[in-house]
């Protein structure tokens, strides 16, 4: 991440058009005044707290020791901004990859400026500042994207009323449906890069917006810049991921297709338990990964772990997966004594057949 993405992300705030690289200058100015006025401080990376509103969390291996290995040979070019804490330490403010690449190298302290907490802007601000520099500097990953916009629901009056993680998607696929309807989603496109009162006037005119959340969401949509039919079909499917896919993502900055494809991988198409599912999908990851697997491939491999089970493979999981998922909750004595009848019997015709076999 560039000093100008990492910094313009905290100030671009409340704009309806916020221009990452129109802030340079401001940004390069704040931080010799913080210079000027506190000078520049050695601080030790063990004190130092990532800021957890920060949208951008996946940062992949490769930009780590990138970073890691430019400190090692150029030196420290800019000092990272931290935010004092009441507990002597600090938050992270801006320079997060420039520590994960210090960390990376074994160096323990870097050269830091201090803002002082009236100089902090309101966390919302700051955050959803955060959010439309990284759509613009295209840094931030679809999963980001997707907690992010759960997190701008979470400070919208309107918004925050729902269940935002299962509604947002729900809410989003029907208003969309009713805009095609209408035949309107050109419109709704056209809009991402209007003004918030051109904005506000299609809703309120297009005859396609029957609820007050969803004004509430296409408004907060568009206002960041972000086609809404896009975020239904390729960001907010991110939140449903599986553990182990989203943390791929963490880790290895896994693409958002693959991601999705691997995804696809669940019990019940396989036809297995799902701890047999997560099985199948680490290894694709690990592969994908390791090999460095493109999207067609991985999309190929996964046809194969479908197409590749054959009948009776397919017929004994459903039997170990019905079985495994027996649920004796409720049922009174008696019934529990026939069910244990029942399956004594089926192990003693198993304990026979495996005794002739």
Not at 52 to 63: D, G, L
Not at 189 to 195: D, K, N
Not at 278 to 288: A, D, F
Not at 342 to 350: R, T
Request: glycine share 4%.
């Amino acid at each position: 991440m560039s000093k100008s993405t990492g910094l313009a992300a905290k100030f671009a705030v409340a704009g309806d058009n916020v221009k990452v690289q129109n802030l340079e200058t401001q940004i390069e100015t704040l931080t010799q005044q913080l210079k000027h006025q506190n000078g520049l401080m050695r601080i030790d990376l063990s004190l130092i707290d990532r800021d957890e509103n920060q949208p951008r969390k996946v940062f992949s291996t490769k930009s780590i020791e990138q970073r890691g290995r430019s400190l090692e040979l150029h030196g420290q070019k800019t000092p990272i901004v931290l935010i004092p804490q009441p507990n002597g330490r600090y938050k992270l403010f801006d320079g997060e990859l420039r520590v994960l690449g210090a960390t990376y190298i074994n160096w323990t302290h870097l050269d830091a400026v201090i803002l002082p907490a009236d100089r902090v802007a309101m966390a919302i601000d700051i955050f959803r500042g955060q959010v439309i520099a990284g759509i613009q500097s295209q840094h931030l990953h679809d999963l980001d994207l997707a907690e992010a916009i759960v997190k701008l629901a979470a400070g919208d009056p309107i918004l925050s009323q729902l269940d935002i993680e299962t509604d947002l998607p729900r809410i989003l696929n029907t208003v969309l449906a009713r805009i095609k309807k209408h035949q309107a989603l050109s419109q709704l496109s056209e809009l991402v890069c209007r003004s918030r009162p051109e904005i506000e006037r299609w809703i309120a005119e297009s005859g396609a917006i029957e609820h007050q959340h969803e004004a509430a969401l296409l408004q907060m949509l568009l206002e960041l810049q972000l086609n809404p039919k896009t975020v239904s079909n390729h960001v907010l499917p991110m939140l449903s991921l599986p553990l182990e896919v989203k943390e791929a993502i963490r880790t290895h900055d896994l693409e958002s297709s693959k991601a999705a494809a691997i995804a696809k991988l669940t019990a019940e198409r396989l036809g297995t338990t799902e701890d047999n599912a997560v099985s199948v999908r680490t290894e694709l990851i690990e592969k994908t990964i390791a090999q460095k697997l493109s999207l067609p491939v991985v999309r190929s491999e996964c046809a194969q772990c479908l197409t590749g089970l054959d009948t009776g493979s397919t017929r004994m999981n459903k039997i170990v997966k019905s079985i495994s998922s027996l649920d004796l909750d409720g049922l009174a004595e008696n019934e529990i004594r026939t069910i244990q009848k029942s399956l004594k019997d089926k192990l003693a015709q198993i304990q026979q057949f495996l005794k002739t076999s």
